[in-house]
């Protein structure tokens, strides 16, 4: 009934920039906080950035002045900005949101993952 589906992930070379983006679809009738979460290779899927219905934001220290995270509501949207990128930075990044959606019969509150995007910082 919902869906959320990343883009923008790739190849970079230490330093470069990388912009993912995140669409939500479906029965929703309000999305309250979004966010992007990671899991390198071996690792723990872990927290990067996230961003409220008020457009508050928190973000992981590693992100913290390199990475933004954005958001557009009315195109249910949540961005992440990603620059000065380390090769620790490489991980599958996936786009988290806790939102209400509607069935036939009534409305609940649940919390979604998209199915991830690649992001590889080599050179």
């Known amino acids: 009934q919902v869906q959320l589906e990343e883009s923008g992930g790739g190849l970079v070379q230490p330093g470069g920039s990388l912009r993912l983006s995140c669409q939500a679809s479906?029965?929703?009738?309000?999305?309250?906080?979004m966010g992007w979460y990671r899991q390198g290779p071996g690792d723990q899927r872990v927290l990067v950035a996230t961003?409220?219905?008020?457009?508050?934001?928190n973000y992981a220290d590693s992100a913290r002045g390199r990475f933004t995270i954005t958001r557009d509501n009315a195109k249910r949207m949540v961005d992440l900005q990603m620059n000065a990128l380390k090769p620790e930075d490489t991980a599958v990044y996936y786009c988290?949101?806790?939102?209400?959606?509607?069935?036939?019969?009534?409305?609940?509150?649940?919390?979604?993952w998209g199915r991830g995007t690649q992001v590889t910082v080599s050179s």
């Open positions: 961003i409220d219905g008020g457009d508050n934001t």
């Open positions: 479906g029965r929703i009738s309000r999305i309250n906080d």
């Open positions: 988290i949101a806790n939102l209400v959606w509607r069935t036939t019969n009534f409305s609940q509150r649940d919390t979604f």
